[in-house]
């Protein structure tokens, strides 16, 4: 099974910083194969990214994806107050499909 | 619009069993692949079950194998995930998800409901 070390465990920023998250994995993620998701709290996963740095309908372009094999990223540009929320990555190249343990971004 | 709406969580003792469900809309229903994921309070995303969309391939991670079974039925677009020999550790708050390729295995949600919240406990 692929593990997902994500960090930091926790990013304190202003809105309208760089936000910078990162999800290693354990091995190589076939093709790309990575998902980033944002969680609020009481609410259900949304998905931000998929196959590393493709955007899912409707999200803004400051959510960007990127890297490959064993290291990616999450970058949002410029937060908004509406961005202060856990995100989690997932890997789907190989079975089982695993999450990373999420990265919390709050305010500074 | 897609929606996933999921029901049939509670409170069960140890050794018990649950079903819960999940009614979808908005989508051809049987074209897609479904998963159940669960989320442990206060704690990160746990992939459990998925199958493909004509029902015929299931997966099950370790954790749940032997215990839990998913199912589904096309004709109701509902998805089924019956639990049994519950335990403490797997209370959480079980979400369905839609996934976000046209293939016949699990690969991402984009699309989730609301989730259903499972309490395991005496």
């Known amino acids: 099974e692929i593990v997902l070390t994500q960090s930091p465990g926790t990013l304190s920023l202003s809105p309208g910083e760089r936000a910078t998250l990162s999800c290693r994995a354990s091995q190589s993620v076939s093709s790309s194969y990575l998902a980033w998701y944002q969680q609020k709290p009481g609410q259900a996963p949304r998905l931000l990214i998929y196959?590393?740095?493709s955007r899912a309908t409707g999200i803004p372009d400051r959510f960007s994806g990127s890297g490959s094999g064993t290291d990616f990223t999450l970058t949002i540009s410029r937060l908004e107050p509406e961005d202060f929320a856990v995100y989690y990555c997932q890997q789907y190249g190989s079975s089982p499909e695993t999450f990373g343990q999420g990265t919390k971004v709050e305010i500074k | 619009e897609v929606q996933l709406v999921e029901s049939g969580g509670g409170l069960v003792q140890p050794g018990g069993s649950l079903r819960l469900s999940c009614a979808a809309s908005?989508?051809?229903?049987?074209?897609?692949?479904m998963s159940w994921v669960r989320q442990a309070p206060g704690k990160g995303l746990e992939w459990v079950s998925a199958?493909?969309?004509?029902?015929?391939?299931?997966y099950y991670a370790d954790s749940v194998k032997g215990r839990f079974t998913i199912s589904r039925d096309n004709s109701k677009n509902t998805l089924y995930l019956q639990m049994n020999s519950l335990r403490a550790e797997d209370t959480a708050v079980y979400y369905c998800a839609k996934d976000g390729l046209f293939s016949d295995n699990w690969n991402y949600g984009d699309y989730w409901g609301q989730g259903t919240l499972v309490t395991v406990s005496s």
């Open positions: 908005g989508f051809t229903f049987s074209s897609y692949a």
């Open positions: 196959g590393a740095s």
């Open positions: 199958i493909s969309g004509s029902g015929g391939s299931t």
